[in-house]
């Protein structure tokens, strides 16, 4: 089976411009995870769907950054306008079912640099 | 505010020493989970635990999960340079789990 797929792997982009992560979770799964890691920071969690609805959304940092799931296997991360200090690793992970100690399985990540 | 607090942050040592790691928070968790990191990949499951007091045993890594569920440990038998990585652990409430920042592990051959 296919893991967590993620796009771009890489993406260097200029302060200011447009950026949008891409995931396509595990095929079945009904919970999708956004993370972001930071050395600083470590793995926050950005926001987390349940069947497509997002139920939590705390932990995104601000009004630049937005995240859609409009279909079962597909989710986005956008940044307008993005800066230097959002490069890190994005994580997506997917897991199935809402039950509590369910394996979650990561994407390889996209690692944004904003110069 | 971070739930989860891991120590050591790094830890070097040689082949073949043992080590223990540790992942401690004020806050009882329904479940725990540890995870390994390596460089360019995304965190990978090693165990669950979810009972207090549980141990497990994955080859030569030793997971316990404290009895009040609040604290969790990971020893390494007789390391080896494959068990270089970032150790993550994460612990589950409200079926979202928060990571505590790791333990960056670098075994020497």
């Known amino acids: 089976d296919a893991g967590v797929i993620q796009s771009p792997r890489h993406e260097v982009t200029e302060m200011g411009q447009e950026v949008t992560l891409r995931c396509k979770p595990i095929?079945?799964?009904?919970?999708l995870f956004w993370y972001r890691q930071t050395m600083m920071r470590g793995l926050e969690l950005l926001i987390y769907f349940n069947n497509n609805v997002p139920i939590d959304d705390s932990g995104m940092p601000e009004d630049r950054f937005s995240a859609k799931m409009p279909n079962a296997s597909f989710s986005t991360l956008k940044i307008q306008p993005s800066e230097p200090r959002d490069s890190a690793v994005y994580f997506c992970a997917s897991r199935s079912d809402g039950n509590s100690g369910n394996t979650i399985y990561f994407g390889e990540g996209s690692w944004l640099t904003v110069v | 505010t971070q739930l989860l607090e891991q120590s050591p942050q790094f830890l070097s040592i040689q082949e073949g020493e043992n080590l223990t790691v540790y992942c401690n928070s004020s806050s009882v968790f329904s479940s725990l989970q540890w995870y390994r990191q390596e460089p360019g990949e995304g965190p990978v499951l090693l165990v669950t635990?979810?009972?207090?007091?549980e141990v497990k045993k994955l080859k030569r890594l030793t997971f316990q999960f404290g009895d009040a569920r609040k604290d969790s440990s990971l020893h390494i038998t007789a390391a080896q340079p494959g068990d270089t990585g970032l150790y993550l652990c994460a612990g589950e409430g409200s079926y979202i789990p928060t990571f505590g920042r790791g333990t960056s592990l670098i075994v020497h051959p």
């Open positions: 635990v979810v009972t207090g007091g």
């Open positions: 095929s079945g799964h009904n919970s």
